[in-house]
């Protein structure tokens, strides 16, 4: 099955500097690739997406990037706030895996004021 | 209010003691699943349903069993719970979508159970 895996563990980013989470894929078939933000005590929601059939997508100041060749794919948080502080789970699906989302395990991001 | 509701949303029990955690949702959504979410390995499957009288296994299904009769509902139930099964769970639902693609997952608000 899909394996998805996200480094770094822990980020920990000056406010209004840029923050990046990689996360790596093993399933070549994978064609959905979402970020969802957890909040300290609250349910995971999905903030940006992205399909195989596009390399960028940007909403406001997050943005993905997504490689195919090298199977892996970036979340990017620019001019970050404090309320970004979360952690990010990315995953990965695919058109056979019965809208089973494999998720990574989680970056902890911490925007210092 | 579009929503996924899940109760109870914080539960401590004994070994053994059996329980269900039930999950609804009004947004008409065919698939719905659940996770439990434990410290350092992140979001985990336990089971999915794709639609009603169909359910299947996830990554984690030992020590739980699920049904799904209604569209709007999928509870999950732990028939003799043990310590190991002390966690985060939370049940999510998503439309189902033409070809297999995959929709937004909308998530409850979590269920804390310890078992002691």
């Known amino acids: 099955g899909e394996n998805v895996e996200q480094h770094p563990s822990t980020l920990s980013v000056q406010e209004g500097d840029s923050a990046v989470i990689k996360c790596t894929y093993s399933?070549?078939?994978?064609?959905?690739f979402p970020w969802y933000k957890q909040e300290l005590g609250k349910r995971p929601q999905l903030i940006i997406d992205i399909r195989s059939n596009v390399g960028e997508k940007k909403d406001q100041r997050i943005a993905v990037t997504l490689n195919k060749t090298a199977k892996h794919f970036s979340l990017h948080i620019t001019e970050t706030q404090p309320e970004d502080s979360a952690v990010y789970f990315c995953?990965?699906?695919?058109?056979?895996?019965?809208?089973?989302?494999?998720f990574g395990k989680g970056n902890q991001v911490v925007v210092i004021p | 209010e579009a929503q996924v509701t899940q109760n109870p949303r914080y539960l401590i029990t004994v070994t053994g003691k059996k329980l269900t955690v039930t999950c609804s949702q009004n947004m008409n959504h065919e698939y719905m699943s659940w996770y439990r979410q434990d410290p350092g390995l992140g979001l985990r499957q336990i089971y999915y349903?794709?639609?009603?009288?169909?359910?299947d296994k996830g990554d984690v299904p030992e020590g739980y069993k699920v049904s799904r009769k209604e569209k709007r509902n999928f509870p999950l139930i732990l028939e003799s719970p043990s310590p190991n099964q002390t966690s985060l769970y939370f049940c999510a639902s998503s439309f189902g979508l033409a070809g297999g693609a995959t929709g937004e997952l909308f998530f409850g608000e979590g269920s804390r159970l310890t078992v002691l």
């Open positions: 995953a990965a699906s695919n058109p056979g895996g019965n809208n089973r989302l494999a």
């Open positions: 399933d070549s078939a994978s064609n959905y």
């Open positions: 349903s794709m639609n009603v009288e169909v359910t």
